[in-house]
């Protein structure tokens, strides 16, 4: 993900800054020089980010969730915005993004893309297959993805839970969740997500396939642009953006 969002930097943005894992071998080099996109930026640590951070504007985490709280704290002391787009936090680290969150404006979202956040408002439409229909939701990944189901799954999981009535006196044997999901991790897969509602006589599907990163990548420079515009500290999803996207076109429109 790192890749991709520094391949889709254009204008109004310039990046400004960009960190990779202490033993990187790409450390040291451009981002033009490793590859990675037309900057000349210097692919710097963690350590590096104190100083370098200051002349940013907003800040992307696309790291592991354990680093994700310690750029999230950083961020919060320069009061910078924030976009992260991490799955896998356990609940003390969703504790400090949300604290941090209380000082900057913070996006929070397992998924950047946009199709996923229609479907998500979409589900709470299915709430009359209530009665007799079975819900399930299967997605798959990449075989490097480390957290399963994925946060996106879940997500999805939890509108759909509210939309049908189900609580966690519901919960299925499988994974202790009111909605079954079915987790597959093959080849190079960027993200598939399909929620199914099987009833006696018919079955409805809702599928999401993402063909390439740049999906993601384009949805966080999005929320990073909605972030740093001046927005009020808060723990904001990504539903939250475009709702707000959506009401300024409709004025510019009236």
């Known amino acids: 993900m790192g890749r991709a969002v520094l391949?889709?930097?254009?204008?109004?943005?310039?990046l400004g800054a960009a960190f990779v894992r202490?033993?990187?071998?790409?450390?040291?080099?451009?981002?033009r020089e490793a590859g990675l996109g037309a900057s000349d930026v210097r692919l710097g640590g963690p350590e590096d980010a104190p100083s370098a951070l200051t002349a940013c504007d907003v800040l992307l985490s696309f790291a592991i969730?354990?680093?994700d709280v310690e750029f999230a704290a950083l961020a919060a002391d320069l009061g910078i915005p924030l976009v992260v787009g991490t799955t896998g936090h356990d609940a003390h680290q969703r504790d400090r993004l949300a604290a941090a969150a209380e000082r900057v404006p913070l996006v929070l979202s397992p998924n950047f893309a946009v199709g996923i956040a229609v479907l998500q408002s979409l589900l709470p439409g299915v709430a009359p297959l209530r009665v007799g229909f079975d819900p399930a939701i299967v997605e798959t990944h990449h075989v490097k993805k480390r957290d399963a189901p994925s946060g996106t799954a879940l997500a999805l999981a939890e509108v759909l839970a509210r939309a049908l009535g189900r609580g966690r006196g519901d919960a299925s044997p499988e994974n202790g969740h009111p909605i079954p999901i079915a987790s597959i991790r093959a080849g190079a897969?960027?993200?598939?997500?399909?929620v199914i509602l099987a009833g006696p006589h018919e079955v409805l599907r809702l599928e999401h396939r993402v063909l390439s990163r740049t999906a993601f990548a384009e949805g966080a420079l999005i929320a990073a642009r909605w972030a740093a515009s001046g927005r009020p500290p808060g723990l904001y999803s990504f539903?939250?953006?475009?709702?707000?996207?959506?009401?300024r076109a409709a004025e510019l429109s009236a």
């Open 7 to 14: 391949e889709c930097i254009r204008e109004p943005f310039s």
């Open 22 to 31: 202490t033993e990187n071998t790409r450390r040291g080099r451009t981002v």
């Open 65 to 67: 969730p354990a680093a």
């Open 189 to 194: 897969v960027p993200g598939d997500h399909a």
């Open 239 to 247: 539903l939250d953006v475009l709702a707000d996207a959506g009401e």
